[in-house]
């Protein structure tokens, strides 16, 4: 079976997500700003990766639970957190080790398009909320990869792999399209109900820091950052 191995590359992929356009200065003040206020709520981070949602999260006063599937990322995540959040090495495509309502809020920050199928997921992601919790994540927006090779049918879902350079070596990566209607219908499915769907522009500084890639952001679509409340 095909791994996205994290851990051959997880500190030169850390320190490149810390910094870059499309994860600084997009992403995560995006996804952040949709969560808002968390103080005193029981946050999920699914796929917390180098803890940078996490950090942010905490100094909200969050209670924080992080998890992840590369032993690499989560110890980079126990180094910075310093013992302030729960971290656990889980697989996201396996049942998820917690009581049912064992949380308010949900976040997976560009997680779900590395996963085959969303229903497993989504139905442990409903189980896991207490009534009325949320979910907040961000995906690839299903424009950003369509139509890759191979592939000239929008409406399927289908899997494409890509090579990535972090810290001088070559990685390969897989990950998975699918179209607007199947993330609806599955979020649908595992009882959840969308409050917002949200197409953001990048962090303004991004304009000089990073002017190619502002270009990008600001005229083509790459994330889909989705809410979505427990029926």
């Known amino acids: 079976m095909f791994e996205n191995d994290y851990d051959a590359f997880a500190a030169a992929y850390q320190a490149d997500n810390e910094n870059n356009a499309w994860n600084a200065y997009y992403e995560r003040p995006a996804i952040l700003s949709m969560i ?4 005193g709520l029981r ?12 950090a942010a999260l905490l100094d909200r006063g969050a209670i924080l639970t992080g998890i992840d599937s590369s032993a690499g990322l989560l110890e980079i995540a126990r180094r910075r957190l310093e013992g302030r959040a729960q971290l656990r090495l889980v697989d996201l495509n396996e049942p998820l080790p917690f009581d049912d309502g064992s949380f308010d809020l949900i976040l997976a920050s560009l ?24 979910l907040v994540f961000s995906t ?6 369509h139509p890759s090779p191979g592939h000239d049918n929008y409406f399927e879902t289908y899997s494409f792999d ?3 350079q972090r810290g001088g070596k070559d990685i390969a990566m897989r990950f998975w399209h ?14 959840f ?3 917002i769907l949200s197409e953001p522009q990048p962090d303004p500084r991004a304009r000089e ?4 890639a502002f270009r990008s952001l600001t005229t083509k679509p790459r994330f889909l950052f989705f809410s979505a409340r427990k029926a």
């Open 36 to 39: 808002a206020d968390v103080a």
């Open 43 to 54: 946050v999920l981070d699914a796929g917390c990766g180098g803890g940078a949602h996490a």
């Open 111 to 134: 997680v779900m398009h590395y996963l085959p199928d969303w229903s497993r997921p989504l139905a442990e992601f409903n189980r896991l909320l207490s009534q009325s919790g949320r």
């Open 140 to 145: 690839h927006h299903p424009f950003m990869d």
């Open 162 to 164: 890509e090579t990535w």
């Open 178 to 191: 699918r179209p607007l209607h199947a993330m609806f219908d599955a979020l649908k499915s595992a009882g």
């Open 193 to 195: 109900q969308i409050d």
């Open 209 to 212: 820091l990073f002017p190619e």
